[in-house]
């Protein structure tokens, strides 16, 4: 099994959540964060000032799937997230060890 956690602009969240849904992922979390890599931020102004915006809103997505799924899923986060700018965000893949579905202590592949 592989974790996957995905940072993505909000405002393709949806497109992200229904492409999964079309390969049934159904489980996933959510999060929102802030956070900066080459794109640095940006500056706006707000009556009549500058201010200098450094931490950008993103959506931190998370999912674990079987190990022979990964590649689709991974396809179906960039094809639906990238916009082709700087601060498309970034994948990071973690290996899962285990998974325990607490309600009735199903353990592996099948507690996903």
Do not use: C, W
Request: net charge neutral.
């Amino acid at each position: 099994m592989m974790k996957l956690e995905a940072i993505i602009r909000t405002n393709r969240f949806d497109q992200v959540k229904d492409a999964l849904a079309v390969l049934g992922i159904e489980g996933m979390t959510v999060s929102e964060v802030r956070g900066h890599g080459r794109q640095k931020g940006h500056t706006e102004n707000y009556r009549g000032r500058e201010y200098d915006i450094s931490l950008l809103p993103k959506l931190r997505l998370e999912v674990v799937v079987t190990d022979d799924r990964v590649e689709k899923v991974i396809d179906a986060i960039v094809e639906s997230a990238v916009t082709g700018e700087i601060g498309d965000g970034k994948i990071f893949l973690y290996k899962v060890e285990d998974a325990i579905r607490i309600r009735n202590r199903e353990r592996g592949d099948i507690a996903l």
